[in-house]
């Protein structure tokens, strides 16, 4: 069972209030992106690893980030 955090909790009510049946269409929603900024902003901008070994596998997960973020662009902006 996953463990309840707060961005969970508001992406499981703001999809229910949506009224929309496809998660992954409301999941490119702008209320779901609202939702998302926070802790993405936290993670790209802010974060930074207690262990300086761990600085690289940062760098390669902020880079999957970003071309997923491409390719997401891509397909709602054809």
């Known amino acids: 069972m996953a463990s309840p955090t707060t961005y969970r909790t508001q992406l499981e009510n703001a999809f229910q209030q949506s009224g929309m049946t496809s998660v992954d269409d409301w999941l490119f929603s702008t209320a779901a992106q609202d939702i998302f900024r926070p802790a993405h902003d936290r993670f ?5 690893p207690q262990y300086s070994q761990n600085a690289t596998i940062l760098a390669q997960a902020r880079q999957v980030l970003r071309d997923a973020e491409a390719r997401g662009a891509a397909v709602c902006n054809p």
């Open 44 to 48: 790209v901008i802010d974060y930074t």
